[in-house]
């Protein structure tokens, strides 16, 4: 297949005003009607996208025609055309019954839904697929379901029908439809102009009493958007649904959100502290898009990252804003490392503004997310709060309505800011991760910081140009913080020089100020003192994890680790959720990052073996402490999801692994009284990790096998935990459980994913039988599902870090991955990259 590439982009060659979409629905014929307004734009053929479609007529302005039918659509000549506007009206027939890719209009437990991002309304009809091409829709749906919606506001219904019509312009990957039994969960909203928007949130009958909370974030969205960005929401009505059978997270089609229900219900017995959390972060996210996504969209796919980074650090300040500010950003550094710092140093490394795709599905990733939100704290860092606002403003005003691009973003903030982001710039276009190396030198009262940016090699990037780094630095005496301040590093080498009457401990990268890998231990003592007495909460954590890294990846001595990591647990001064993080460990895969980052090979049982030797040499040292920590941070009465319970849940249950190195049986009770599913899965995980959790895994599928999202944590935790050397045999059995729905992407997920990413040493397992399974399982998915298909082939991505034995059974598997016949271009696209 030939590659889209950037540099290729023309604009439109004809636009669209108006569409209106008849829909009759049936599982597995449903036709639908469109007719089609359009308008020249630059001229020339009309190509209409359409993919797995039956056209059954068409016409130009009333006439009968038969266009040109091809493999990814149809063409009309432009001699066939009118010369000015004209009216397209088509019928197609699609099956949603079939449609297990999930893509473009599908089923999902008898319910009818869509996902149209990136390409999949091309799926539903033929039509200029394209984010540039935006217009107004004007729906209508008819069929026998109780429920059924599309975007924007109602404009009628009746029996059999009902009628949508969403007046703000929109690409056409924004469209929704949703029909079934469903019931709502209802509230309102008044804009701070006073206008009452309706919100409703659609389950299934007998999940109305798990929406509360998201409710209550998406009513705290609302509000946060327009008190920190000025942004009020636009139609009578907002409305979410939750579906089960979903690839993604959730998508943010205009009026009509819809939900992965894993992001959507949640009840203190059945939802963790984290995923609250999570429905917090994503339906905020979600509502942002309204503003960064919908009113202003993508010019194109390459520019994803213009809404994606946005929206992610949008919903980034607010979860911040919400909870902790330290804690949250710790949580996404630890997530951007985990998932980008590891991408970006692999075969899969590519800009945060991609030249060019084969499948753009495969490119909804670390780097363009969370990469990308990084792009936007480091401009907000550099021009500053005010000037950040002052660009946003400009922003919404210049390209509201608008499909925008990078440079259109960029060009904002050099108008209100006055700023040259040239080299910035380069920020979106050049993969991999810059390290940093620092020198230091103190001399008659001047301490001298010199500073050297290096970018490795990336694939199809040999040289890398130097980026602007934004160090946020302070400077420790023996009385506290002696200065403090920003520089930018925007030179391939650069020297920062303060006064100061003594040799102070430097605290650099603070709040982790750019997405770069600081190479900076500095003097014997420092991090300890760090750990210690940083002002700067993200170092101080930091500090710690460099310390704990020194013994895993180098073996150095874990005194100061176990010394300074203590006292910050026992600090009562200090928020829990910072105490437990800091007891916290690297995971396994970020200990065999930093060991490949030295460039030696990885032996992930040792790293394994290792680290529980860590763990328990912290468990040895708290000795007794660590059960009366746990009991210190007791949360008696109702559970609450805010607050400061969680944090104290966290180290509570941080302490009970730590006990449980030292005492197998320690989880026992912890997992009968437990009244809340953050402590019984936490409980249940430690005993399955000792191989004592037969009877509590039973019970607790008994309990639960009504609910799919906690039947996915029942497989996930099995996959996670399993002893290593029997894993591959565990998560096999698995797979012939009467409950492995291995179609649904989330069961799917929960099992092969959950040991393939959550199980390293397993999946690692020696003898390759982890690859075979993930192999096996991948090839068979990605015959119905490429798309999470093509995701989990991201699970090889690290295969050179490994040694020659390892390198070759993954090779092996990746070769027969990609020789198997029919496989799709979005696998066959992961699978090339990676052996590349
Ligand atoms: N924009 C969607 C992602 C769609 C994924 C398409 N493969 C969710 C989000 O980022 O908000
Ligand atoms: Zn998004």
């Given at each position: 297949?030939?590659?889209?590439?950037?540099?290729?982009?023309?604009?439109?060659?004809?636009?669209?005003?108006?569409?209106?979409?008849?829909?009759?629905?049936?599982?597995?014929?449903?036709?639908?009607?469109?007719?089609?307004?359009?308008?020249?734009?630059?001229?020339?053929?009309?190509?209409?996208?359409?993919?797995?479609?039956?056209?059954?007529?068409?016409?130009?302005?009333?006439?009968?025609?038969?266009?040109?039918?091809?493999?990814?659509?149809?063409?009309?000549?432009?001699?066939?055309?009118?010369?000015?506007?004209?009216?397209?009206?088509?019928e197609t027939r699609i099956n949603p019954q079939a449609n297990t890719a999930l893509e473009g209009l599908y089923m999902s437990n008898g319910m009818y839904c869509t996902q149209c991002e990136a390409e999949g309304?091309?799926?539903?009809?033929?039509?200029?697929?394209?984010?540039?091409?935006?217009?107004?829709?004007?729906?209508?749906?008819?069929?026998?379901?109780?429920?059924m919606l599309s975007n924007g506001n109602p404009a009628g219904s009746g029996e059999g029908w009902a009628e949508w019509h969403d007046p703000w312009p929109k690409p056409s990957y924004l469209f929704a439809l949703v029909a079934g039994d469903l019931r709502s969960v209802e509230d309102s909203f008044t804009t701070r102009s006073g206008r009452d928007v309706d919100l409703r949130i659609w389950v299934r009958d007998g999940d109305q009493d798990r929406c509360a909370y998201a409710m209550d974030s998406l009513k705290r969205s609302m509000k946060w958007d327009e008190e920190v960005y000025g942004r009020e929401y636009d139609l009578d009505l907002f409305q979410i649904v939750a579906v089960d059978d979903f690839n993604a997270g959730a998508m943010e089609n205009k009026g009509l959100n819809i939900f992965n229900s894993k992001y959507v219900l949640a009840s203190p017995e059945t939802a963790t502290d984290g995923d609250f959390e999570g429905i917090e972060s994503v339906i905020a996210h979600e509502y942002f898009h309204n503003w960064t996504g919908n009113r202003i969209t993508c010019r194109d796919w390459f520019q994803l990252s213009l809404k994606e980074g946005l929206t992610v650090f949008r919903d980034q300040q607010f979860s911040a804003d919400m909870r902790s500010e330290p804690v949250k950003r710790?949580?996404?550094?630890?997530?951007?490392?985990?998932?980008?710092?590891?991408?970006?140093?692999?075969?899969?490394?590519?800009?945060?503004?991609?030249?060019?795709?084969?499948?753009?599905?495969?490119?909804?990733?670390?780097?363009?997310?969370?990469?990308g939100a990084e792009l936007i704290r480091m401009l907000r860092e550099i021009v500053g709060a005010e000037g950040y606002a002052k660009a946003l403003d400009l922003y919404f005003e210049r390209h509201d309505g608008e499909a925008a691009t990078i440079e259109d973003w960029l060009k904002v903030f050099e108008d209100a800011t006055g700023h040259d982001l040239t080299q910035f710039k380069r920020w979106y276009e050049q993969a991999g991760t810059p390290r940093v190396h620092v020198a230091e030198q103190f001399e008659d009262g001047r301490f001298t910081l010199t500073f050297r940016q290096e970018t490795p090699p990336t694939p199809g990037q040999p040289e890398k140009a130097p980026v602007p780094i934004p160090i946020r630095w302070g400077l420790l005496g023996a009385q506290g913080e002696v200065a403090a301040g920003t520089f930018v590093l925007d030179k391939a080498q650069d020297s920062l020089i303060v006064e100061v009457p003594e040799r102070p401990v430097p605290s650099l990268l603070r709040g982790f100020s750019a997405p770069v890998i600081l190479m900076h231990e500095g003097a014997p003592g420092d991090r300890a003192a760090r750990l210690a007495r940083d002002t700067d909460p993200f170092n101080r954590w930091e500090a710690g994890r460099s310390l704990a890294l020194d013994t895993l990846v180098q073996g150095a001595d874990p005194q100061d680790w176990l010394d300074g990591t203590i006292a910050v647990a026992m600090d009562e001064t200090l928020d829990p959720t910072f105490r437990a993080l800091?007891?916290?460990?690297?995971?396994?895969?970020?200990?065999?990052?930093?060991?490949?980052?030295?460039?030696?090979?990885?032996?992930?049982?040792?790293?394994?073996?290792?680290r529980i030797g860590l763990d328990r040499k912290l468990a040895e040292a708290l000795g007794p402490r660590a059960a009366e920590l746990r009991a210190a941070m007791a949360t008696p009465g109702p559970?609450?999801?805010?607050?400061?319970?969680?944090?104290?849940?966290e180290l509570a249950n941080r302490m009970l692994g730590l006990m449980t190195r030292l005492d197998p049986t320690a989880p026992e009770a912890p997992f009968a009284d437990a009244t809340n599913m953050t402590d019984r899965l936490t409980a249940l995980?430690?005993?399955?990790?000792?191989?004592?959790?037969?009877?509590?895994?039973?019970?607790?599928?008994?309990?639960?096998?009504?609910?799919?999202?906690?039947?996915?944590?029942?497989?996930?935790?099995?996959?996670?935990?399993?002893?290593?050397?029997?894993?591959?045999?565990?998560?096999?059995?698995?797979?012939?459980?009467?409950?492995?729905?291995?179609?649904?992407?989330?069961?799917?997920?929960?099992?092969?994913?959950?040991?393939?990413?959550?199980?390293?040493?397993?999946?690692?397992?020696?003898?390759?039988?982890?690859?075979?399974?993930v192999a096996d399982w991948l090839i068979r998915l990605d015959k119905l599902n490429p798309m999470t298909a093509a995701r989990l082939s991201g699970v090889f991505e690290t295969w050179r870090r490994y040694d020659d034995t390892r390198q070759d059974l993954m090779e092996a598997e990746l070769e027969r991955i990609a020789s198997t016949d029919g496989l799709s271009r979005d696998t066959a696209e992961m699978i090339g990259r990676i052996r590349a």
């Amino acid at each position: 297949p030939v590659p889209t590439r950037l540099q290729d982009y023309t604009p439109p060659a004809w636009l669209v005003e108006t569409v209106h979409l008849t829909f009759r629905l049936d599982p597995e014929a449903t036709v639908v009607r469109s007719e089609i307004r359009f308008v020249p734009g630059a001229g020339g053929d009309l190509h209409l996208d359409g993919q797995a479609l039956r056209l059954l007529s068409a016409s130009i302005n009333g006439e009968a025609i038969r266009p040109d039918l091809h493999e990814c659509g149809l063409t009309v000549l432009e001699e066939q055309l009118p010369d000015g506007p004209f009216t397209w009206v088509a019928e197609t027939r699609i099956n949603p019954q079939a449609n297990t890719a999930l893509e473009g209009l599908y089923m999902s437990n008898g319910m009818y839904c869509t996902q149209c991002e990136a390409e999949g309304f091309r799926r539903i009809t033929y039509f200029p697929d394209r984010p540039d091409v935006m217009a107004v829709y004007t729906v209508r749906i008819e069929g026998a379901e109780p429920v059924m919606l599309s975007n924007g506001n109602p404009a009628g219904s009746g029996e059999g029908w009902a009628e949508w019509h969403d007046p703000w312009p929109k690409p056409s990957y924004l469209f929704a439809l949703v029909a079934g039994d469903l019931r709502s969960v209802e509230d309102s909203f008044t804009t701070r102009s006073g206008r009452d928007v309706d919100l409703r949130i659609w389950v299934r009958d007998g999940d109305q009493d798990r929406c509360a909370y998201a409710m209550d974030s998406l009513k705290r969205s609302m509000k946060w958007d327009e008190e920190v960005y000025g942004r009020e929401y636009d139609l009578d009505l907002f409305q979410i649904v939750a579906v089960d059978d979903f690839n993604a997270g959730a998508m943010e089609n205009k009026g009509l959100n819809i939900f992965n229900s894993k992001y959507v219900l949640a009840s203190p017995e059945t939802a963790t502290d984290g995923d609250f959390e999570g429905i917090e972060s994503v339906i905020a996210h979600e509502y942002f898009h309204n503003w960064t996504g919908n009113r202003i969209t993508c010019r194109d796919w390459f520019q994803l990252s213009l809404k994606e980074g946005l929206t992610v650090f949008r919903d980034q300040q607010f979860s911040a804003d919400m909870r902790s500010e330290p804690v949250k950003r710790i949580d996404d550094v630890l997530r951007l490392r985990a998932a980008q710092f590891r991408e970006d140093a692999g075969p899969l490394a590519h800009p945060v503004r991609p030249a060019e795709y084969i499948e753009i599905n495969n490119f909804y990733t670390a780097t363009v997310y969370e990469k990308g939100a990084e792009l936007i704290r480091m401009l907000r860092e550099i021009v500053g709060a005010e000037g950040y606002a002052k660009a946003l403003d400009l922003y919404f005003e210049r390209h509201d309505g608008e499909a925008a691009t990078i440079e259109d973003w960029l060009k904002v903030f050099e108008d209100a800011t006055g700023h040259d982001l040239t080299q910035f710039k380069r920020w979106y276009e050049q993969a991999g991760t810059p390290r940093v190396h620092v020198a230091e030198q103190f001399e008659d009262g001047r301490f001298t910081l010199t500073f050297r940016q290096e970018t490795p090699p990336t694939p199809g990037q040999p040289e890398k140009a130097p980026v602007p780094i934004p160090i946020r630095w302070g400077l420790l005496g023996a009385q506290g913080e002696v200065a403090a301040g920003t520089f930018v590093l925007d030179k391939a080498q650069d020297s920062l020089i303060v006064e100061v009457p003594e040799r102070p401990v430097p605290s650099l990268l603070r709040g982790f100020s750019a997405p770069v890998i600081l190479m900076h231990e500095g003097a014997p003592g420092d991090r300890a003192a760090r750990l210690a007495r940083d002002t700067d909460p993200f170092n101080r954590w930091e500090a710690g994890r460099s310390l704990a890294l020194d013994t895993l990846v180098q073996g150095a001595d874990p005194q100061d680790w176990l010394d300074g990591t203590i006292a910050v647990a026992m600090d009562e001064t200090l928020d829990p959720t910072f105490r437990a993080l800091a007891l916290g460990l690297p995971s396994e895969d970020e200990i065999a990052r930093q060991i490949a980052e030295t460039g030696r090979s990885v032996d992930p049982d040792a790293v394994r073996a290792d680290r529980i030797g860590l763990d328990r040499k912290l468990a040895e040292a708290l000795g007794p402490r660590a059960a009366e920590l746990r009991a210190a941070m007791a949360t008696p009465g109702p559970y609450s999801p805010d607050g400061d319970a969680p944090g104290k849940r966290e180290l509570a249950n941080r302490m009970l692994g730590l006990m449980t190195r030292l005492d197998p049986t320690a989880p026992e009770a912890p997992f009968a009284d437990a009244t809340n599913m953050t402590d019984r899965l936490t409980a249940l995980a430690l005993l399955v990790r000792e191989g004592r959790g037969e009877a509590a895994l039973a019970e607790f599928h008994a309990q639960w096998q009504h609910l799919p999202g906690v039947v996915d944590k029942w497989f996930a935790v099995q996959a996670g935990q399993a002893a290593p050397d029997r894993a591959v045999e565990v998560v096999t059995a698995l797979t012939e459980h009467p409950d492995f729905n291995w179609k649904t992407p989330n069961r799917f997920r929960a099992l092969v994913g959950g040991f393939a990413g959550g199980n390293p040493a397993g999946f690692h397992r020696v003898d390759g039988a982890g690859y075979r399974f993930v192999a096996d399982w991948l090839i068979r998915l990605d015959k119905l599902n490429p798309m999470t298909a093509a995701r989990l082939s991201g699970v090889f991505e690290t295969w050179r870090r490994y040694d020659d034995t390892r390198q070759d059974l993954m090779e092996a598997e990746l070769e027969r991955i990609a020789s198997t016949d029919g496989l799709s271009r979005d696998t066959a696209e992961m699978i090339g990259r990676i052996r590349a």
